[in-house]
């Protein structure tokens, strides 16, 4: 029976933060979910992937362990790990990752609040070299429409840049078209910015989820590559205005150029 939520864990060569994450997962006050445990053929860490499995199957919570047929990309393997659900939502998970064990609860409360939903986000905790912050949305409300999106993006970028506090509606996501991997260091933002403009998004303005994250990466480097950080955040607004002008959304002015310098504060992934 395929489960209404699946959380996806792209993996490759873990190391003991896996424990953490699906700990994290186990604790869940409301069970209600499946797992991917997709490995991308890792050379290290498999007796944590086994372990992980077996702490998840012990909690009685459906998890699947799969590979895919070849190596891939980060971003790519981002796209066939959820290409292998047949869930109504999913829930991205990434190293360094943990949910605060009323998350699913809190996440399916919501889903079945609100039928319509497609996009949800909530607040995180992120541990820095200076100590733990707080990623919030800078609204209050329960629901934005795409209209009022535009509001807080692009005058501010950080709030939507990553994907630690978001889940999603798979068949929005598949209409999407998935992560762009044209855009390793703007992957997360350019879908989710996607999803808002779309569907806007429902708002659970509580730390549900939290994360240690790297040092930011200087300009043109990333982890797997370098990239131009300044192009990527220029298509992703141009891409955003170019939607709201053909769907008469009110785009601000000098939108783009306010949304690349404020782009640059970005912070990578967890890890």
């Known amino acids: 029976m395929t489960p209404a939520l699946e959380i996806i864990l792209p993996i490759r060569n873990p190391g003991a933060e896996l424990a953490a994450m699906v700990a994290s997962l186990a604790a869940q006050t409301d069970r209600r979910f499946g797992v991917i445990l997709s490995d991308n053929f890792s050379s290290s860490g498999l007796e944590h992937i086994a372990t992980a499995e077996q702490c998840l199957a012990s909690a009685g919570i459906s998890v699947r362990r799969l590979r895919p047929p070849a190596a891939l990309g980060r971003i790519e393997h ?79 970028v950080d709030w939507i840049g990553n994907l630690l506090g978001v889940a999603y509606h798979r068949v929005a996501w598949l209409a999407t078209g998935g992560y762009s991997v044209h855009l390793p260091a703007c992957a997360a933002l350019n879908l989710n910015v996607i999803l808002a403009l779309h569907h806007g998004m429902e708002n659970l303005p509580e730390r549900l989820v939290t994360a240690r994250f790297a040092e930011r990466h200087s300009l043109n480097e990333i982890t797997g590559g370098r990239v131009n950080l300044w192009l990527e955040l220029w298509f992703v607004m141009r891409q955003a205005q170019n939607y709201c002008l053909a769907t008469k959304l009110p785009w601000p002015y000098g939108g783009g150029v306010r949304g690349v310098w404020r782009g640059q504060s970005l912070r990578g992934e967890a890890v």
């Open 78 to 156: 981002w796209n066939w790990a959820h290409a292998q659900s047949q869930a109504a939502w999913l829930k991205p998970l990434l190293a360094g990752g943990r949910l605060q064990p009323t998350y699913v609860e809190r996440l399916q409360g919501c889903i079945h609040e609100r039928p319509g939903a497609r996009f949800i986000r909530c607040d995180a905790e992120i541990q820095t070299e200076w100590g733990p912050e707080t990623l919030r949305a800078p609204f209050a409300e329960a629901a934005i429409t795409p209209t009022d999106f535009l509001a807080y993006f692009p005058a501010r």
